[in-house]
C-alpha cells in the first residue's frame, strides 16, 4: 500500500447515504441497529415514504474513514428489506430547523435574519416566535448559533435530506 492510499484510508470523512428500502415495520430499527452493533454514528437520519410506491428513502449522513464507510454500505446492502444503497458524490442538502423565540425580542430583526437564512416567521403567540429555516446543513448550524443571542425557547431540526444533482 503506497503512502496516498494509507492517508486516503485514514482520513475521515463525511458521507451521505441514501438506502431505499421496503416500507413496512421494523425496517428501521434494523438499520438503527447495524450501526449501534458495529459502533458507527449516525449524524442525521431521515425517513420519509417515496411517493406512489411501497417504498421508503431513508438518508444517512455518517462520518468515518473509507474502510468504514465501506463496511457501512456493504452490510447495508446485506439487510432483506434495503434494495439499494448509494453513496451520494455530488448532492443538494437541506437541513430545516423549527425555533421558538420569546415574543419580548425584535419581530423585525428575527425576521431579517430568518430570511437571511431561507427562513421565515411561522407563528406568533401571545408569548413567543416559531421561525423556520431550510437551508444547507452548515448553514442552518450557523443560523443556530446565531439565533442563541435571542435566548430560544426551543429549537428543533428535522435531519438532513438529500438529492443527486
Known amino acids: 500500500m503506497n503512502n496516498f492510499n494509507h492517508f486516503y484510508d485514514s482520513e475521515e470523512r463525511r458521507e451521505v447515504l441514501s438506502i431505499i428500502v421496503v416500507n413496512r ?12 452493533a458495529r459502533g458507527y ?61 420569546p415574543l419580548d425580542q425584535s419581530l423585525s430583526d428575527i425576521d431579517v435574519l430568518a430570511r437571511a437564512y431561507n427562513g421565515a416567521i411561522q407563528n406568533v403567540t401571545d408569548d413567543a416566535i416559531v421561525i423556520s429555516a431550510t437551508d444547507d446543513p452548515a448553514r442552518i448550524l450557523n443560523f443556530i448559533k446565531v439565533i442563541e443571542k435571542y435566548n430560544p425557547i426551543e429549537i428543533v431540526r428535522s435531519g438532513v435530506v438529500a438529492m443527486e444533482r
Open 41 to 101: 454514528n449516525i449524524d442525521s437520519l431521515t425517513v420519509a415514504p417515496i411517493p406512489n410506491s411501497e417504498y421508503s428513502r431513508i438518508t444517512v449522513i455518517t462520518v468515518g474513514i473509507a474502510r468504514t464507510i465501506d463496511q457501512i454500505v456493504k452490510q447495508l446492502n446485506k439487510l432483506v428489506p434495503v434494495l439499494k444503497v448509494t453513496e451520494h458524490r455530488d448532492v443538494i442538502e437541506k437541513d430545516t430547523v423549527l425555533i421558538k423565540i
Open 25 to 36: 415495520d421494523s425496517v428501521l430499527s434494523r438499520i438503527v441497529d447495524l450501526f449501534s
